[in-house]
């Protein structure tokens, strides 16, 4: 597997102060913090869109130069009630994965992983108090130049840079449209299908049964199945000094307007104006059918320095998400391999795996704590070291990892393991 998480995160390193690496990054950082300039717009039907914008959040508390920005959409399906939980907790459930004492560097390395951990700890803790609801989760965290983004469902966040080129950031986990998933949900005991109506007729788009959900990946719906993963596509960006316009937003929009189109309408004005402008340019298109929710989050050079010349505008390539193994570090997209030579955007990390061994990789230390027990990779709580067991053990996809090679799980997180890849019927326990 060797992700780029695994290559670095994991190496022995000589103690540092934290005061020292802070230092140590406030002395090296070549460019300039840029500004950040965000705004809203939504229009409510359902009541079911939630969002959060956070732009205080700290690294080491107490010190500014370690702040990141948050920037969220949950569009909720069958009530509210898992929009505004992943809302209140998914941030904290991510950050709790997070190992203390990184520099920036590490801490940027170890998001994707800690991403994965928090979307499934926040998907299991919620189902846990037996409410049915389900929903999308776009998630973005804006550190300087850097740009992290997890999904699952079909919310979006595209990139919009300097002479017009545009990227999605990413991928729509829709049955309709991606036969990936579709062949991940039967082959873990789901089943895919129309709705039928009265004389056998089949309409609408494909879902999942039961449920009939037309996603494939959500937090929540433990009505469907398992097989509804809440393992996130996640992709990590870095912008030049040029910076960008992300444009994060609900199916409501997405529905209605292409990524182009809400990147276009929107140009040239500020943040909070965009925002407004991408809602409008939906409902002109579409009318009030769903909830509707966008953010635009401006990435400002210092001092409004002058960006370089535009470059020609590139055609954007469609990103699909993976099916049971990892894809290649260095192949990345193409619209994001002409972005990165003309210095616009460098991709730093892309994974889409709905395996969970796969995605949490190999920890070398065991993931064992100060107190000699050993960390669960997904819930974070101790484990003593004859209760754990290695995410990579009974996994059939995962030829290079060994069974007593963390990082490991307490039996719940296992549990759910197993019943996310179809080993076990949904809800059934080990005892």
Not at 153 to 178: F, P, Y
Not at 305 to 331: D, E, N, V
Not at 355 to 384: H, K, P, W, Y
């Amino acid at each position: 597997m060797g992700s780029r998480v695994e290559r670095h995160q994991h190496k022995h390193h000589d103690l540092v102060p934290l005061a020292a690496l802070i230092s140590r990054e406030m002395r090296s950082e070549k460019m300039e913090k840029p500004t950040l300039r965000y705004g809203y717009a939504t229009q409510s039907r359902k009541g079911e869109d939630y969002f959060m914008m956070k732009t205080d959040c700290q690294r080491v508390s107490g010190h500014q130069s370690s702040s990141f920005s948050v920037f969220a959409i949950f569009d909720g399906h069958n009530g509210n009630a898992a929009a505004l939980y992943s809302r209140d907790n998914l941030l904290n459930d991510i950050l709790s994965a997070i190992p203390r004492g990184l520099g920036r560097e590490e801490w940027l390395q170890a998001l994707p992983r800690a991403l994965v951990a928090g979307f499934v700890k926040t998907d299991k803790e919620f189902q846990s108090k037996g409410q049915t609801s389900g929903t999308t989760a776009t998630f973005v965290i804006v550190d300087r130049w850097t740009v992290t983004v997890a999904s699952v469902g079909d919310s979006r966040c595209i990139l919009d840079t300097q002479g017009g080129a545009v990227s999605v950031l990413t991928v729509d986990h829709r049955l309709e449209d991606n036969q990936e998933e579709r062949e991940r949900v039967k082959a873990s005991g789901g089943e895919v299908g129309r709705l039928s109506i009265l004389g056998g007729a089949e309409i609408g788009p494909l879902r999942c049964w039961p449920g009939g959900l037309c996603l494939s990946r959500s937090i929540g719906d433990m009505d469907v199945g398992e097989f509804i993963v809440p393992i996130p596509y996640v992709k990590q960006v870095k912008l030049s000094n040029a910076g960008g316009r992300l444009i994060i937003a609900s199916d409501g929009i997405w529905d209605a307007v292409s990524s182009e189109m809400a990147a276009k309408s929107c140009r040239g004005l500020p943040a909070e104006l965009a925002a407004r402008q991408v809602v409008k340019e939906a409902l002109r298109t579409r009318g009030l059918r769903d909830d509707t929710t966008c953010i635009v989050v401006d990435i400002i050079p210092p001092d409004n320095a002058m960006p370089p010349p535009s470059p020609p505008r590139k055609k954007q390539s469609k990103l699909r998400s993976l099916f049971f193994r990892t894809k290649s570090y260095g192949s990345a997209s193409k619209l994001s391999k002409k972005l990165s030579a003309v210095g616009i955007v460098e991709e730093l990390f892309e994974e889409g795996s709905a395996m969970l061994a796969e995605r949490l990789g190999n920890d070398e230390t065991g993931g064992s704590s100060t107190s000699g027990l050993f960390i669960c990779g997904v819930c974070q709580v101790d484990i003593a070291a004859s209760e754990g067991i290695s995410v990579h053990a009974g996994s059939i996809f995962s030829t290079s990892s060994k069974p007593w090679q963390g990082p490991f799980l307490c039996a719940d997180c296992r549990n759910k393991k197993d019943a996310m890849e179809g080993k076990r019927p949904s809800g059934v326990k080990v005892t």
